[in-house]
């Protein structure tokens, strides 16, 4: 499963959202304007905070990407 932490005005969530799209990739999304998905954010990056926030695996298996970056997003399609 893949989340995605966005903010509605971040243009770089949007390319990240139309990356994942263009890819057939599913995600779901976690708006950042509701106090609880931000907190998790918050969280999750653990100081390392960029827009948007992409997350992948649950539990101990869970990574995180910080930022838009379409290499990154390759290598955790390909697992």
């Known amino acids: 499963m893949i989340t995605i932490y966005s903010s509605n005005c971040c243009n770089e969530c949007r390319q990240a959202k139309e990356w994942f799209d263009s ?6 999304v976690k708006d950042l304007d509701i106090k609880e998905n931000l907190l998790r954010a918050m ?29 990154k997003y390759e290598r955790m399609a390909a697992k």
């Open 23 to 28: 890819k057939g990739v599913k995600y779901e």
């Open 43 to 71: 969280d999750l990056c653990k100081g390392n905070y960029k827009l948007p926030l992409v997350v992948w695996g649950e539990g101990s298996s869970e990574e995180t990407i910080s930022g838009f970056d379409t290499e």
